[in-house]
């Protein structure tokens, strides 16, 4: 029971015990964040001037003369790690695919693909937005927010003179490729965006000019996101989570999620206070983040609803068994506005993968780069028990990866790794069931002692009678070598490492798009849910065979046999769509430690009858 109540704890209760909400230290600002943010757009709106009509003509006149003399233009930049796209329209990215995991090692340097893909199908991993794209005016990243209307308008919706007549660029090996973008408007306003992209690196730079009369503009942020991320997922699940704002704040890691941010209607924001050394949007696996040239203070994340249309889909196993299907689900448009410095100091911006080999790589290079130290593998997600899930995920994380180097499958080394993990836990299990067994021996004689025990309590016998003593010792001796203190040591000693196995299964990139037999990827569910009814079989098995305290009074067998098979039904039903890893490591440990309690019963057969409690009393 302790073990179902653990496993609901972990694999459910943290659903609705943990849901997603703003850190503690800023829950009770949340309220008047929100608040704070609605205000201030309303003020904005009501403190609009409306144009006359003859000013908007005028404003149109001068539109279409600027297109004719600048034309819109984009520019597409490809090297072996990722291709982007610019629009001269704002200077602002309108795609951004991701290629190949910059990876360390030669071995992990995978081709990507967005979630859907086949062996027939190869999708392209687009990260940016096309929800964002589709709204008016665009929602893209390195848009400039200055708090002022009517500049935004134009540095957001206006055509830039680009520096470069190519409109496509392919770099290779270690070359690099700076393209400006520079505009000048009416009211004294001039604007440089220079980009600088790099073959052989997620980190491209953006240095960013904006003057008024000659004066720099304070207050400037660069906008990120909305929800950066694979777009080829098409809806998000306890499993698969929804891009989220992260950044480091304050010395400490910072993560917003889109759907706590939104109090009230389909809208809503957050103000997130103090110095922040980096920060930006980023699902599971992938994350675009803006590290600025010096600390700075603004951060902001804004979050709209918008429901989408889907194909069929059985949202859970009651769903499944029903067959009762559903075809929309609702989305977020996740947005982090990014304070930086407008002086044309340079801000640097990583767009790649959250893959732990990796971040670890690229925070040496970053620190080099921003002259102060960038953690910028705090990306990853590891859970509300960090101190516990980081410690043993990231060791599991490098022993997969050397199991990796002899199979070339992570399925395989799944199984590998849980056979060792097990094979540590065997003379546990050993021992746990010697005593189980010497404790069922002893059962009868216990209920025997029991029971008359009992009968002397009704006719008024005190506990310190010398009879009564004397049952009480037998009952100490019989049960002295018999007492299963590690029965349950095993299982709990799993529950650690199925946390952290769940966490490094989430966040592993390898996992992603690996295939294993039927599985077509091991960080997803199995679509025959296979997996599933094997797990609950195997569970069954494994608790069928496994020692037991002696069930003495009808209470104590109710509760073995909901042990045995209720919770596996039960835990079917949690585990309905899990990642195949996370599955394929519990169905594997239950197989083996099903094979491992058989070594153990047929050991046990020698061992020699106990002493019975008259003998062990003498």
Known sequence: ???????????????????????VDQAAD?????????????????????????????????????????????????????????????????????????SPDAADRKQLYAQGSTDSEKKPLELISPEGLKREPREVPFKINTNDPELDKTLNSRNYQVSLSEENIE???????????????????????????????????????????????????????PSIGDQGIERYDFYKVEPEGIGFVNGERDRQYA?????????????????????GIGDTYF???????????????????????????????????????????????????VPITADGTTTRIFTGTKDYFVLNDYNERL??????????????????????????????????????????????????????????????????????????????KMKELQDKMKAMQKKGVSNEDPEMRKLQMEQLKMTKDAIPIGGCLPMLMQFPLLIA????????????????????????????????????????????FSPTTPAVTPEQQMQQKMMTYIMPVMMLWIMWSAP?????????????????????NWMNKTDEPLETAAEAAK
């Open 1 to 23: 029971m302790l073990a179902a109540v653990l496993s609901l704890l972990v694999l459910t209760g943290y659903s609705y015990f943990f849901a997603p909400a703003p850190p």
């Open 30 to 102: 949340t309220n008047a964040n929100v608040n704070t943010v609605q205000a201030n757009t309303a003020e904005e709106k009501k403190g609009e001037k409306k144009p006359t009509p003859e000013e908007t003509k005028k404003e149109e006149a001068e539109e279409v003369a600027e297109i004719e003399e600048n034309p819109n233009k984009t520019v597409k930049i490809k090297t072996p790690l990722y291709e982007v796209t610019l629009d001269s329209k704002g200077a602002v990215a309108t795609s951004w695919i991701l290629i190949e995991n910059d």
């Open 171 to 225: 770099l290779k090996g270690s070359e690099s490729k700076q393209i400006d973008f520079t505009l000048e408007a009416s009211g004294g306003v001039e604007i440089k965006k220079s980009f600088v992209f790099r073959a052989d690196s997620y980190v491209s730079d953006m240095a960013l000019t904006l003057t008024k009369d000659g004066k720099t503009v304070p207050n400037t942020r660069l906008v990120i996101g």
């Open 259 to 279: 759907v706590s941010i939104i109090e009230e209607g389909d809208t809503g924001g957050v103000k997130v206070p103090g110095e922040i050394d980096w920060a």
């Open 287 to 337: 994350a675009m983040a803006a590290i600025p040239a010096q600390k700075t203070e603004g951060l902001e994340y804004r979050s709209e609803k918008y429901e989408v249309e889907t194909e069929p889909f059985y949202d859970g196993m009651i769903a499944w068994i029903t067959r009762s299907q559903s075809t929309e689900t609702i989305k977020h448009l996740m947005t982090a506005y």
């Open 367 to 444: 620190s080099e780069a921003s002259g102060r130290p960038i953690d910028i593998e705090d990306a990853i997600n590891y859970g509300y028990l960090r101190f516990i899930t980081k410690p043993l995920s990231v060791p599991i994380l490098y022993c997969l990866k050397f199991l990796y180097g002899f199979t070339a499958n992570y399925g395989i080394s799944i199984i590998l790794f849980t056979l060792f993990f097990y094979s540590l836990l065997f003379p546990l299990r050993w021992y746990s069931s010697k005593s189980f067994k010497k404790a069922q021996k002893n059962a009868p």
């Open 501 to 544: 196995l769940y966490i490094t299964v989430s966040i592993f990139l390898g996992f992603r798009q690996e295939t294993f037999l039927w599985l077509p990827d091991l960080s997803s569910g199995d679509p025959y849910h296979i997996l599933e009814f094997a797990f609950a079989i195997s569970m069954v098995l494994s608790f069928k």
């Open 580 to 600: 195949s890893g996370l599955l394929l490591y519990w169905c594997a440990g239950n197989i083996i430690m099903f094979a491992q309690q058989m070594i153990i």
